[in-house]
């Protein structure tokens, strides 16, 4: 078999790999390997063609994978409305059990229902919001 059918494959199975990880370091191996499958097409010998892959791969993986990486990475989305309130903590306004009561939630009052219903929370409790289900606050007690 001919040494550019041998870096062809090698490229071949390194993209579909890439495609399985999204690291960009085997798509920009897979791309050295193409480089050096052209080199062996040229018939340059195999100690030739490995300096090829080695200075190729080195160039794509400090030069062009940071670059990618800079682009694939999205900053983390802001929570807006009522979404921003999952996670934050309440004060009981008025006892919270499974049907009903009140909460305040930074400085705005809110109904809520107890996430679990067989729990009772008395005035005064602290309570971490589990989920917002319309206009009502499901909590759950601190501990």
Same mark, same amino acid.
Not at 36 to 46: E, K, M
Not at 60 to 74: C, D, E
């Given at each position: 078999m001919d040494e550019w059918?041998?870096?062809?494959?090698? /490229? &071949?199975? +390194?993209? *579909?790999?890439?495609?399985?990880? @999204?690291? $960009?370091?085997?798509?920009?191996? %897979?791309?050295?390997?193409?480089?050096?499958?052209?080199?062996? /097409? &040229?018939? +340059?010998? *195999?100690?030739?063609?490995?300096? @090829?892959? $080695?200075?190729?791969?080195?160039? %794509?993986?400090?030069?062009?994978?940071?670059?990618?990486?800079?682009?694939?990475?999205?900053?983390?989305?802001?929570?807006f409305g009522v979404e921003a309130l999952v996670g934050k903590s309440g004060y009981v306004v008025s006892e919270v059990t499974g049907r009903d009561g009140r909460v305040r939630i930074g400085g705005e009052e809110w109904s809520a229902r107890a996430y679990d219903e067989s729990l009772v929370i008395p005035t005064g409790a602290t309570v971490d919001i589990i989920e917002i289900e319309g206009a009502t606050a499901l909590v759950y007690p601190r501990e």
């Open positions: 059918v041998i870096w062809i494959i090698l /490229a &071949v199975v +390194l993209g *579909v790999a890439e495609l399985f990880t @999204v690291t $960009a370091s085997l798509g920009v191996l %897979g791309v050295a390997a193409l480089l050096t499958a052209l080199t062996a /097409a &040229v018939g +340059l010998p *195999v100690p030739v063609q490995l300096v @090829v892959f $080695a200075i190729a791969s080195a160039a %794509g993986l400090l030069v062009v994978r940071p670059i990618a990486m800079r682009h694939i990475r999205q900053p983390q989305l802001q929570r």
